[in-house]
Structure formats: structure tokens, C-alpha cells
């Protein structure tokens, strides 16, 4: 199930330059949504794709192309060409300055046969093919919107990457700009789906929270936790959905690995029975707004579902205990928002409540198709994050779920020791039969 990789890797970068838009775009002041200007939200992430030696495009060069992409993108999507500004209550407001975003040209000397058959994250030199946000000390005001790096490889083929403010957008939100570039780098005059603001329509009628610093745990030091890639195949995927008692069965891919996953981790983690653990898993809430948000709205739609229990009787219940838990969490918010169209519903009454206990937090980009950018070499090898987080302290962890052909693959971050345990239980329960085994 695992895959790793280890790899030597040189990777020339030119001095980063600041890309404008194309042409001239309005000065103005955009107010972020009260669903964009959440506390947990307040991130910039990385995104990478690893694209193919096209012959057809023999002689042209992807940098040059993504380039001026981007600089048309920009001229419709200007805001994230902008700078955060903090307005009275820290509410976040976007200077659309035209300022422009990072661009950097890069040349590694490895084709992409030496990134492995299979390619799944976490990759080997990450840093050194994603750019990161240059000493900002968890501010995120003032500063671009974007980081973005072109890297050509020796076959032809090449590495895209974008570090990018998340309260501007979410991931449908984010491949909606992508997928504008690569219809302009194709040639198209405009986008195909034309950008919309209207912020305004996620407004809620909950005061605006100050942040405080809050309670937290020490944070694990980053040189002790070490990040491993699963693959939950569609035949292991189909043994543990048969160990599932009947009302059970239709449930979700992503339900499945995700009850699991959870699972697992807190056995690896070693608590104590009476600990109290919190799933969170972040959805896109689109097609429960309603009335609905026009078509092009790419700022952040999301909600959160929230599961707890606690470790004893995670660690204790077969599967289907932690799979009937992430299932539930699903339901329940569908039908709260079928039965209100508030803003209400999104926003985070208790952001400190995010980053305390013992949480696991999870992101399915499984739907949101981020290998399908194409620039004129056809669609990516790979597109979705370059490597998994550990985004908060303490024990509390965040994972990402990635959509392949043959099942999902999770990104998983713990102390050695812990993924020791991780891996050996995990194994068990995929190779036996939950219903009558505790582990």
C-alpha cells in the first residue's frame, strides 16, 4: 500500500519575478466572504502537477506558455493579483492593487521517469520544486496571493506548482482558475466559465470572532513525524465495504478509507480509553446553497463535519463503528443546509475548537479533478498536493484523500513510532475480517 521514494535532485531556479495581468485591471477594495475569512482558512497551500513530454509540442516552451497564461488569467481573475488588507474587526478586504503574483522559472536535471512509475505524494525535493511563503511569520496581509513555479525536466516534460492564499478560494474554486489558464494557454480569447465575486452572498448574521491565541499543545517537532502514502485499491476497498453490515453497503469510497484511517491512527497514537477524538472532514457545500451561487463563483464554499467519540471506543468497535461516524457527520449537514440557506451554517462559531483535542482532520480532493489542467501537453500525470501536513500541534492532524483510477490514495503524517503501528494495523484490518476481530 505504501509508496516511497527517495531521490537526489538539482533544481536551477532564475530570480522570481512579479507576474501582472496583461492588461490594466480595476483599483478597487473587495470585502472576502464571512465563509473565506475564517481563522482556519487563513493558509496559504500547495498544490503540484507533473505533466508528460508531449512530441506534438516539440519545440515550445512551457514556461514561456504558463507565463503569459496566467498574466490573461489575471486580467479576469484580478483580485488574486491583489494584496489582503485587515479592516476594522481583522475582517480580511482585498486590495486589487494589480500587483501581481510570483512567477518562477526553474530547470531540474531528472526526467520524470525518476519520480517512480506511480505517481503518489509525498515527493522527494519537494521544496526545491514548490515555492513557499518567504518568511511571513503567519501573516498573511501585504503579501502576493500566489507563488507559482515552472520547472522543465530533461524529457520534455515539466513540473507546475502553485502555493496560493486559501481564504481567495477553495480547491473547486482554485482549479476553476487553472482551468482558465489552460484555455487561454490553448489559445481561447476568454475563460469558457467567467469569474464571479458576490462575496456578499455568504454573509452571516453571526458576529465577526476575534481571534485569540488560545490553549493549544506543544507541537510535535517536524524531524520527529514522518509522512507515508496509502493506497486503498478498489479490491481493498470492496473487502472492507463487505465486512459492513447491510445499511452500510452504499456507503462511499471516501467514507470507507476515511473510518479506517481514523481508526487506525488512534490506535497507533496510544491514548488513553477515556480520551475524547474529533474527526473533522471539510466539504464543498455548493450544491446545498440555495437559492444557488451563480455559475464562476470561486471563493470558498465549504463546511465542516464533525464527528467525536473517544479513543477506547474507537480503538475497541470494529470498522463499521468509525465508518457509521464519517457517514452521519455527511448526513446531518446535508439536511441542516436543505433546511436553511444561511451563511450561518459555515462559519465556525469556535474557531479554538479546531485545534483542540485530539483531532483528525481530513480534505477529500477526490471530485475535484486537479490533474485535468491542460496547458497544450495534454492533461497532468499527477495533479494535487506535493506532500501531507500537520497543520495544527499537538497530536492534531490533517490529511489529504487524492482520487486515483484504481482507489484513493491518503497522505498520512505521525511520529515514527506511531506510523510503525499505523502501518502494522492497518495491514491486519484490510487482510482480515473486521466484523469478528477487534484488532
Known amino acids: 500500500m505504501e509508496s516511497t521514494k527517495r531521490l537526489t535532485l538539482s533544481v536551477t531556479r532564475k530570480t522570481p519575478e512579479l507576474l501582472c495581468p496583461a492588461e490594466s485591471t480595476p483599483h478597487e477594495f473587495k470585502f472576502l466572504s464571512d465563509i473565506d ?17 508531449n512530441p506534438s509540442m516539440k519545440g515550445k516552451d512551457p514556461v514561456k506558455i504558463i507565463r503569459e497564461a496566467i498574466a490573461k488569467a489575471l486580467v479576469f481573475y484580478y483580485p488574486l493579483a491583489g494584496r489582503l488588507r485587515e479592516h476594522t474587526g481583522r475582517k480580511l478586504v482585498v486590495e486589487c492593487t494589480g500587483q501581481g503574483v510570483v512567477f518562477v522559472e526553474a530547470d531540474a536535471d531528472a526526467t520524470l521517469h525518476y519520480f517512480g512509475d506511480s505517481l503518489y505524494p509525498p ?8 515555492l513557499d511563503v518567504p518568511n511571513n511569520l503567519g501573516i498573511i496581509v501585504d503579501i502576493p496571493l500566489m507563488f507559482i513555479q515552472v520547472t522543465r525536466l530533461k524529457c520534455g516534460g515539466f513540473i507546475f506548482s502553485n502555493c496560493f492564499n486559501h481564504t481567495m478560494c477553495d480547491g ?18 476568454f475563460p469558457s466559465i467567467r469569474p464571479v465575486w458576490d462575496r456578499h452572498l455568504l454573509t ?5 470572532l476575534e481571534y485569540g491565541a488560545g490553549t493549544r499543545r506543544t507541537p510535535v517537532p517536524t524531524d520527529q513525524m514522518v509522512e507515508r502514502s496509502f493506497l486503498f485499491t478498489s479490491a481493498e476497498i470492496s473487502a472492507l465495504r463487505r465486512s459492513l453490515p447491510p445499511h452500510l453497503q452504499r456507503c462511499s469510497k471516501f467514507d470507507i478509507a476515511a473510518g479506517c484511517t481514523w481508526r487506525c ?18 466539504m464543498d ?47 446531518e449537514a446535508e439536511t441542516a443546509c436543505e ?11 469556535d474557531p479554538l475548537s479546531l485545534t483542540s483535542g485530539n483531532t483528525y482532520t481530513v480534505s477529500n480532493l477526490t471530485h475535484l479533478g486537479l490533474d485535468q489542467m491542460d496547458v497544450g501537453w495534454g492533461t497532468a500525470a499527477y495533479g494535487g498536493v506535493p506532500r501531507g501536513c500537520n497543520w495544527t500541534s499537538g497530536i492534531t492532524q490533517a490529511a489529504w484523500y487524492l482520487g ?28 482480515t475480517t473486521p466484523i469478528s476481530s477487534s484488532l
Open 123 to 130: 515527493f522527494p525535493n519537494s521544496d526545491d520544486l514548490v
Open 204 to 208: 452571516s448574521s453571526i458576529p465577526h
Open 285 to 331: 457545500n455548493r450544491k446545498n446553497v440555495n437559492p444557488p451561487l451563480p455559475v464562476g463563483y470561486y471563493g470558498n464554499v465549504l463546511k465542516l463535519l464533525v464527528a467525536v467519540t473517544t479513543a477506547g471506543e474507537l480503538s475497541k468497535n470494529p470498522l463499521h463503528y468509525a465508518v457509521e461516524l464519517v457517514r452521519s457527520t455527511k448526513y
Open 339 to 349: 433546511l436553511s440557506n444561511s451563511a450561518d451554517l459555515m462559519v465556525i462559531r
Open 265 to 282: 491512527q488512534t490506535i497507533a497514537l496510544s491514548l488513553k480509553p477515556d480520551e475524547e477524538m474529533k474527526f473533522i472532514g471539510v
Open 404 to 431: 486515483f483510477m484504481d482507489g484513493i490514495v491518503v497522505l498520512v503524517c505521525l511520529p515514527l513510532e506511531s506510523m510503525k503501528v499505523f502501518e502494522k494495523h492497518l495491514q491486519l484490518m484490510i487482510t
Open 37 to 53: 475569512d475564517q481563522i482556519f482558512l487563513r493558509r496559504y497551500v500547495k498544490t503540484i502537477y507533473f505533466y508528460k513530454n
Open 172 to 189: 473547486v474554486g482554485f482549479s476553476q482558475f487553472h482551468s482558465a489558464v489552460g484555455e487561454l494557454a490553448r489559445g481561447a480569447t
